[in-house]
């Protein structure tokens, strides 16, 4: 007995060695959403082009939808744009749009350049409803359930690989 | 020489006031912009995450900082305007981890080490005295059995 007393400490400062280690491979700026399995938040979007509808709370829920936070100014809006045309493209789960903080007229020529893959944007301006979401950085991408509840939050660009592993994944389990 | 100390105290001055907060976020009510004041120093900048609302410069900090005003404003008692931030943003608005059951280890952790540590070393006093009971009598002085061996030794390498 008296031996094993002798490693314990090094037992101890094993593991919180090993705890530490595993924290510095995680990136502190990706923090959790504080929704996660919380219905989405009230809002009511104007719309961004004129004379289509607008992006409200009431639009979600009924089948599993994917929600992007973006802005003609974001630069990492840009490198996930193709990525969200393609989705667009091959998946018929139903994107939508929040124009956090921009220009209608910035917005609107951004999405003629690069094409729209959004099946509803809401034009954020003030940057209240980005709150309302939790959101800290755009862009932002949300996986809503069929309840209409937030069940995955991605921060920053969704690169092929997130899309891939993670949102894809996600988006066939809660189809089921 | 007089201009010069008149230059160096006004940047001085300039310099103790350089805080985030604009002139047209400021309340006019001074009491509620002191609430706000003190709330936002406890509110964590996401985007930058070591500051509070109050010192960044972020974009967000300011939506943040007005956004805490108008609640003020609006009557909402300083727990509401903070359980709001919370509820959209988690408990990592906070600069101060709040104190609740998932964050006990966080604070009472060190206490933990320490009386461990405490209890660690004595035990190993008391073990220690009692070898030395064992040995003797506790005042470290030799047994009759230790002081008859040791004259035998001394005794041996003298012959």
């Known amino acids: ?176 | 020489m007089k201009a010069f100390v008149l230059g160096l105290t006004m940047i001085f001055l300039s310099s103790l006031s350089a805080l985030a907060v604009n002139p047209d976020e400021v309340l006019d009510d001074p009491l509620l912009e002191k609430r706000a004041r003190a709330l936002s120093v406890n509110i964590r900048c996401l985007v930058c995450q070591n500051q509070s609302i109050d010192d960044s410069n972020a974009d967000l900090a300011r939506d943040l900082r007005v956004l805490v005003r108008e609640r003020l404003v609006a009557g909402d008692s300083d727990t509401e305007v903070l359980d709001y931030l919370i509820a959209r943003y988690g408990d990592f608005v906070m600069l101060k981890p709040p104190f609740k059951g998932s964050t006990y280890i966080l604070w009472f952790g060190p206490l933990i080490v320490f009386i461990l540590a405490a209890i660690g070393l004595a035990v190993y006093f008391r073990r220690r005295q009692t070898e030395y009971a064992d040995a003797g009598d506790s005042t470290g002085r030799l047994s009759s059995d230790e002081r008859e061996r040791l004259t035998r030794l001394l005794d041996r390498e003298d012959g």
């Not at chain 1, 929600?67 to 393609?86: G, I, Y």
């Open chain 1, 1 to 176: 007995m008296p031996r094993l007393l002798f490693i314990l400490p090094l037992l101890l400062f094993g593991a919180i060695a090993a705890y530490f280690a595993v924290g510095l491979t995680k990136d502190p700026r990706l923090l959790p959403s504080a929704l996660i399995d919380k219905p989405a938040p009230e809002f009511d979007l104007p719309p961004v082009h004129d004379g289509q509808e607008g992006f409200a709370k009431a639009n979600l829920g009924g089948e599993v939808k994917l929600v992007n936070v973006f802005a003609s100014w974001c630069v990492p809006c840009k490198v996930e744009h193709p990525v969200l045309m393609r989705f667009a493209e091959t998946n018929d789960t139903p994107l939508y749009g929040i124009n956090y903080k921009d220009k209608k007229t910035d917005a609107v020529a951004w999405l003629k350049q690069l094409g729209d893959p959004y099946k509803r944007i809401g034009q954020d301006l003030s940057g209240r409803v980005g709150i309302e979401w939790g959101v800290y950085g755009v862009p932002e991408t949300y996986v809503v359930d069929r309840e209409g509840r937030i069940r995955y939050r991605h921060v920053g660009p969704v690169l092929p690989d997130a899309m891939k592993e993670k949102i894809l994944p996600l988006i066939e389990e809660l189809k089921k």
